[in-house]
């Protein structure tokens, strides 16, 4: 009805189903708001969670590393800044993170520095050769570090029943042993009349090192955990590990973490690549030889098919077109209801 050139539409009809639509866009819009909140609160709880984590482990490893380090500042004294250098430096050398080195080379140092004559310095470079020598064999052959620490530990006091631990073709026996450091050569001339009755006088626990050193180098296992740091899934892991706790107990920095993350990051994408390669290589010939049948028959009557297709086509075409013109029939029956109702409202 027109009002002082105003036009006002007047509807008449049930707002049932209008209420209804509302309530359920309200309710849907509270259930999402509910849901976000539980997703958000879940989530601080996680995070608050993860961060407590790692404050508890950061202050278990402060309180470790604090440990090794009086051990080591007591043991090197003016030497014990390089070995603290050569801890940071062991989750890339050794994959094994600084207080695992230090609590490492404190185990049998002090062997060490009675057949150096408290030698410090020297010690200090011995004990990194021993620990890089662990950790290449147990890379090497699988075997646990453990167990090569523990064989390690116990040629510190002249015991050498766990020499076959470390899988270098000697066995677990002192007439192996003196065998081993004879074929290394580290003692020259003097080894010629070296026998189990004199090997412990004649043999300090720093030439055992020296000459299993001799004997890796010899098979090529030297210096293989560094570069399984960054070639190997399992190396790279090792290292990114190391470099964390070190993050943790205040020995290393983030830069260290992301170095390490790095490789983690190259060998997985590359490990990914290969399988889904082989996957798909696999996938494909299964894929084929199945369908080998269906293309044959399809070769078969192909120009029946043909024809088929032309005709399904067609009459698609046919379908599809009336679907069109009865959509835009009802369309305009529509438009034109609507053109009425509101000429009808108008003119009252």
């Not at 309200?26 to 961060?51: E, H, P, W």
């Not at 150096?116 to 620990?131: P, Q, R, W």
């Not at 210096?223 to 190396?235: I, Y």
């Amino acid at each position: 009805m027109a009002n002082g050139g105003d036009v006002i539409f007047n509807f008449k009809g049930d707002d049932k189903q209008l209420q209804k639509t509302t309530s359920k866009v309200t309710s849907n819009l509270n259930g999402l708001s509910k849901t976000i909140g539980k997703v958000a609160l879940a989530g601080g709880v996680a995070l608050g969670g993860m961060f407590a984590g790692m404050v508890t482990s950061s202050i278990k490893a402060r309180g470790e590393i604090e440990q090794s380090l009086g051990g080591i500042n007591k043991l090197f004294g003016k030497s014990a800044d390089e070995v603290i250098k050569n801890s940071q430096k062991a989750y890339k050398t050794a994959g094994i993170s600084a207080n695992q080195y230090m609590e490492q080379v404190t185990s049998f140092s002090a062997s060490l520095l009675k057949g150096l004559n408290g030698d410090t310095e020297k010690t200090a470079k011995i004990a990194d050769t021993a620990i890089k020598d662990m950790a290449d064999n147990a890379n090497t052959f699988g075997t646990s570090m453990e167990s090569i620490q523990t064989a390690y530990q116990g040629f510190a006091k002249q015991n050498y029943t766990m020499l076959d631990n470390l899988k270098l073709g000697y066995g677990g026996t002192k007439s192996e042993m003196v065998k081993l450091v004879k074929d290394s050569g580290v003692l020259g001339e003097a080894s010629k009349d070296l026998t189990t009755k004199n090997f412990d006088q004649k043999v300090s626990f720093d030439q055992i090192i020296l000459a299993i050193n001799k004997t890796q180098k010899r098979l090529k296992i030297t210096g293989t955990t560094a570069k399984e740091a960054g070639s190997t899934m399992l190396g790279s892991i090792s290292s990114l590990k190391a470099s964390w706790n070190n993050l943790l107990s205040g020995m290393g920095g983030a830069k260290e973490v992301l170095e390490s993350l790095k490789p983690v990051i190259k060998n997985v994408s590359r490990i990914a690549k290969e399988a889904i390669s082989e996957i798909w290589s696999e996938l494909t010939g299964m894929i084929s030889n199945a369908l080998q049948p269906v293309f044959e028959w399809i070769n078969k009557y192909k120009d029946v098919l043909t024809y088929a297709a032309i005709a399904v086509g067609t009459l698609t075409a046919e379908i599809v077109a009336y679907i069109i013109q009865q959509n835009i029939m009802t369309i305009m029956v529509g438009a034109l209801n609507v053109a009425l109702g509101i000429y009808n409202t108008i003119t009252g």
